[in-house]
C-alpha cells in the first residue's frame, strides 16, 4: 500500500502556479484575479474561505473576498454578481455554499458568468464537461485526476465505481473517469448490493458523506481508493468516507483524510483562475 500525498502534490502545483502567474503579469501585465463572496456567519464556510484566499495570495492574485451579513436579500446578491461579472480585474468568481434558506441557490450560480465560474457549477459548464469539451470543472473531480495522474494509475479499460451523485462531485468525477476511457459505474443509497459492486472496481472513489462508510471488505486487493469524505468520526477525530485502517490493508494506493484530495481541491481551484484570466488574454 502506498498513500497519494495530495498535500505534497499540492505544494508542487502551486510553487510551479506561482512562477506562471509572475511570468502572466511580467509579459502581459495581467494578474489573476479571484473573488469569493461570502454571507452569513457559518464557521465551516469562514475556514474555506480563508483557505482559498490563503492559497490564491500565495500564488501571487488579486484576491478579495466580499463578506455579506446573513439578511442580504437574493436581489442584493445578484446586483453585486452582475457587477462582479462585468470588472475585468476578476478572472474568476465564486459564491461559498449553503447560502441562507431564503437565497435561491441555483439562481445565484446561474448569474455568475460561466467565463468567469471557476468552481464549474454552472449549467453551461456542466454541459461542455457532459459534452467532451470541459472548460471550467468543479475543483474536487479534476484534483482527483491530477492526483490519479502524478500516481500513474492507469484508467484506460479499468474499472472504476464512484460512490456518490452530486453535481459537485459524483456526476463529474464520473464523466472524466469516462473522458479517460475508463468503465464507469456510480453507485449511491439507493443501489443494490453496493458491496458486491465495489469489490469488482479497480478505483474506487468514495463521496458519500459517511464516516467510514467504505471498509476492507468493499475493496477488491490492489484496489486504487480515492476518499472524498471529510466527516468526524465517533471520538470527534477528522475521518474519511473510507475506513483507512482496514481499506489501506488491502489497498494499493490510498489517499488519506486529512492531507488527500482537499489540499488537491483548492489548487486546482486555483489552477482555473490562473486559466481563466490566460483565456481574458487570448
Known amino acids: 500500500m502506498r498513500i497519494m500525498d495530495g498535500k505534497a502534490l499540492a505544494t508542487k502545483m502551486q510553487a510551479d ?54 439578511t442580504v436579500t437574493e436581489a442584493e446578491l445578484l446586483r453585486k454578481i452582475a457587477a462582479y461579472n462585468q470588472d475585468p480585474a476578476w478572472h474568476g468568481i465564486l459564491v461559498q455554499l449553503p447560502l441562507p434558506k431564503h437565497i435561491n441557490e441555483e439562481k ?19 454541459g461542455k464537461l457532459w459534452s467532451g469539451h470541459p472548460v471550467m470543472i468543479p475543483s ?16 484506460v479499460g479499468k474499472r472504476a465505481l464512484v460512490i456518490g451523485r452530486s453535481n459537485i462531485v459524483g456526476k463529474p468525477m464520473a464523466q472524466l473517469l469516462m473522458d479517460a476511457h475508463a468503465t464507469v459505474t456510480i453507485g449511491h443509497s439507493r443501489t443494490q448490493d453496493l458491496k458486491a459492486l465495489a469489490r469488482q ?27 472524498v469524505g471529510m466527516n468526524r468520526d465517533d471520538n470527534g477525530k477528522l475521518c474519511g468516507d473510507v475506513d483507512f485502517e482496514s481499506v489501506s490493508e488491502v ?24 486559466q481563466a484570466a490566460l483565456r481574458s488574454i487570448r
Open 201 to 227: 472496481a479497480d478505483i474506487l472513489v468514495v463521496a458519500i458523506g459517511q464516516a467510514k462508510f467504505v471498509t476492507r471488505d468493499f475493496v477488491k486487493e490492489g484496489a486504487v481508493v480515492i476518499d
Open 140 to 155: 474536487t473531480p479534476a484534483g482527483i485526476m491530477e492526483l490519479l495522474k502524478a500516481y500513474e494509475v492507469e484508467l
Open 251 to 274: 489497498a494499493s494506493l490510498i489517499t488519506p483524510v486529512p492531507g488527500g484530495v482537499g489540499p488537491m481541491t483548492i489548487t486546482m481551484l486555483m489552477e482555473q483562475t490562473y
Open 17 to 70: 502556479l506561482a512562477q506562471k502567474t509572475a511570468q502572466l503579469k511580467a509579459e502581459h501585465g495581467v494578474r489573476p484575479g479571484l473573488l469569493v463572496i461570502l454571507v452569513g456567519e457559518d464557521s465551516a464556510s469562514q475556514v474555506y474561505v480563508r483557505n482559498k484566499e490563503r492559497s490564491a495570495l500565495a500564488a501571487g492574485f488579486k484576491s478579495q473576498v466580499v463578506r455579506l451579513p446573513e
Open 108 to 126: 445565484v450560480l446561474l448569474a455568475i458568468s460561466p467565463e468567469k465560474d471557476v468552481d464549474g457549477f454552472h449549467p453551461t459548464n456542466m
